[in-house]
């Protein structure tokens, strides 16, 4: 057996970061590694974490995000204990370990997406709203809304994973006016970002179950006040 199958996971992980990158036969490597038994544990979560707090930002090969996404999202959302949904256990950790060294990355903001988009039904409330604001604070970085921004919303906004499940609910809702309210004024937006906005703004109340095909008082009320928020 290869020598990588043999070591632990510390020995494992100092290899990997001698030089402070991860290539492709490392990325090959890692997943032979974490599959062997087509289950990844908590001990191989923490691995591939602590790599990526290591390695972020550095020229990896493209293949590490996509494993970092397809394995930690199979740790969350293919475990025996809630399989196709995020727990209250998994939402803690994965903040945690998300904000441990204080920076949401891109692998990591990947995975939030692709976790939003995946599971079969909706995550806590802590979760949920983490995961919006990493995306806002992803989105109005460089003030510019490009198209695949949009389509990062979109996948956490209509995903069954989201807050709302594939409806748009109030936290999603108030994440879009926010960013359309840091962003207003700025050229350079993807077309797709204006049709998605009154789309999913629409939805919110318009799709309700409380009165659906009509805005409600206090519908008219939260839409008045966030579309006078910014004066």
């Not at 998994?90 to 945690?96: K, N, T």
Request: aromatic letters at 6%.
């Amino acid at each position: 057996m290869s020598e990588h199958m043999d070591k632990s996971l510390e020995d494992f992980k100092i290899d990997i970061l001698e030089d402070g990158v991860i290539d492709s036969d490392e990325v090959a490597k890692i997943k032979e590694r974490l599959y062997a038994d087509d289950v990844i544990d908590r001990d191989e979560a923490d691995f591939l974490f602590a790599l990526n707090d290591e390695t972020s930002g550095k020229d990896n090969d493209p293949g590490w995000q996509a494993l970092f996404v397809e394995a930690l999202s199979d740790h969350v959302l293919k475990d025996e204990e809630s399989p196709g949904v995020i727990d209250d256990n998994e939402a803690d950790y994965l903040i945690e370990k998300i904000k441990g060294d204080g920076v949401v990355d891109a692998n990591e903001l990947k995975l939030l997406v692709n976790i939003c988009a995946t599971a079969t039904g909706e995550s806590p409330v802590g979760f949920n709203q983490f995961i919006l604001d990493s995306v806002k604070a992803a989105v109005i970085e460089d003030g510019i809304v490009d198209s695949d921004e949009v389509e990062m919303m979109k996948m956490v906004i209509y995903g069954a994973g989201g807050a709302g499940g594939a409806g748009v609910d109030r936290a999603e809702a108030d994440m879009l006016f926010d960013i359309n309210d840091a962003t207003t004024g700025k050229e350079g937006h993807d077309p797709s970002w204006q049709a998605f906005f009154v789309d999913a703004i629409a939805k919110h109340v318009l799709e309700d179950e409380v009165s659906p095909g009509d805005i409600d008082e206090e519908e008219g009320d939260w839409l008045i006040s966030k579309i006078e928020g910014d004066g």
